[in-house]
Structure formats: C-alpha cells, structure tokens
Nanobody, 118 residues
Framework: QAQLVESGGGLVQAGGSLRLSCAASGRTFVSYTMGWFRQAPGKEREFVAR????????SYADSVKGRFTISRDNAKNTVYLQMNSLKPEDTAVYYC???????????WGKGTLVTVSS
C-alpha cells in the first residue's frame, strides 16, 4: 500500500520555526509533484506549497511566501516543509500530497497538527 506519513507538527510560539516531513512508502514518488496543504478549524483546505519532481520548480501561497520553504529528497522518498516566522494564522492541520505527472491517483497523508500561539 502506497502511503504518505507526515511528522514534525507541534506547538510553537509566534515567530518560531518547525520543519515538517512527509515520508512516502509503498512506491516511489520521485516523478510526482509533491505538495503541502493545510486546513484550519472551520476553514477549507488550502494550498500551501508545491515542488516538481526535479526540485527546481516551486510554488507558494502568498500567505507563506518568504517564510516557508518546500524541498524534497528523492533518494529518501521524502518531502519537507520548513516553516519560519510562524504566525497564529498558520495554525492548521498540514497535509502532504503526491500528484502523479500524467494523472492518476492522488495520495494524501493523514496530516500533522501545527499550533502557533500568540
């Protein structure tokens, strides 16, 4: 069974940093576009960041641009999200996503909770 497992969430004060990891197993995701999404209480799931298979093309939501950095280690089949200068509005469950290059099944992790206190 192919799956994604997020880790690294926790409680941090505003201005702090966290590094989220998404470990893939069951198959290689080297050719997949990998992304991070988040869902805050009472809100819809929103896009945070994505990275192409090559690692050379990244995109970020305006709300996190300049503060968050997405990266991937294809040898480890893992994607990361470095979050700096965290704000209370960053509080959400963060989900890892794997999007196949030519369509097909999209994979999602179960999420990891990030709570930023003011």
């Amino acid at each position: 069974q192919a799956q994604l497992v997020e880790s690294g969430g926790g409680l941090v004060q505003a201005g702090g940093s966290l590094r989220l990891s998404c470990a893939a197993s069951g198959r290689t995701f080297v050719s997949y576009t990998m992304g991070w999404f988040r869902q805050a209480p009472g809100k819809e799931r929103e896009f945070v960041a994505r990275i192409r298979w090559s690692g050379g093309s990244t995109s970020y939501a305006d709300s996190v641009k300049g503060r968050f950095t997405i990266s991937r280690d294809n040898a480890k089949n893992t994607v990361y999200l470095q979050m700096n200068s965290l704000k209370p509005e960053d509080t959400a469950v963060y989900y890892c996503n794997a999007d196949p290059p030519l369509g097909g099944i999209n994979y999602w992790g179960k999420g990891t909770l990030v709570t930023v206190s003011s």
